[in-house]
């Protein structure tokens, strides 16, 4: 793959986020922002963001054909209040 090299700024924060990051991964600061902007997973084995709604999609899916009744939007709101 054709690479091009750029010049982007961040808050000094993000950068030290994004650099823990990479360093946490064993991966350089690059392969980090490319990978994230390109929505692929950071770690081997791990889904991408599509895969996971994919695999969502089916699990929706299969619980739907058995009948059994999920309110998404409560299910979600219970999910994003406990983290």
Not at 12 to 41: G, Y
Not at 56 to 80: C, F, N, P, Q, Y
């Amino acid at each position: 793959m054709k690479t091009v090299r750029t010049t982007i700024t961040l808050s000094q924060d993000l950068h030290t986020q994004l650099r823990h990051q990479a360093t946490k991964l064993k991966i350089s600061l690059s392969e980090l922002v490319s990978k994230r902007l390109n929505n692929q997973p950071l770690i081997k084995g791990e889904l991408s963001l599509q895969e996971r709604l994919q695999r969502d999609m089916k699990l929706m899916d299969t619980i739907s054909r058995a009948g059994v009744s999920i309110d998404s939007v409560k299910t979600l709101r219970e999910e994003r209040d406990i983290s």
